[in-house]
């Protein structure tokens, strides 16, 4: 599930859900990225993965800042950063407006 909010206003503006492996495999294959320094730039969503309907990981992220475009998650109890390249913000950016995703 990820939830895309409107950070100034601190409201959820659109959710999407999907149980397609391939769409969650593309996902997790753009979070598992190079490791980065912790940014403090706000966040523009927030992604939930549910493995037999429990909760297994939270993963935050910024999309709309080319300077500060990372998601950042729990790992081991240690918080993480890992940039977010422009394929992954592309294809965010089309689950956002309800566009056909590609894999």
């Known amino acids: ?4 909010k409107d950070e100034q206003a601190g409201i959820i503006t659109k959710t999407v859900q999907t149980t397609e492996s391939k769409a ?3 996902m997790i294959e753009f979070i598992d990225a190079k490791e980065i320094v912790q940014l403090k730039c706000g966040y523009d969503g927030k ?5 037999k309907g429990q909760k297994i990981q939270e993963v935050d992220f910024k999309m709309k800042d080319d300077s500060c475009n990372h998601f950042a998650f729990f790992l081991n109890e240690k918080l ?3 940039k977010m390249n422009s394929e992954a913000v592309d294809f965010l ?3 956002e407006k309800g566009l ?3 894999y």
Request: aromatic share 24%.
């Open 1 to 4: 599930m990820i939830h895309f």
């Open 24 to 26: 969650i495999s593309r």
């Open 47 to 51: 992604m939930f993965f549910y493995h």
């Open 80 to 82: 993480v950063s890992t």
């Open 93 to 95: 950016d089309a689950l």
């Open 100 to 102: 056909p995703t590609y």
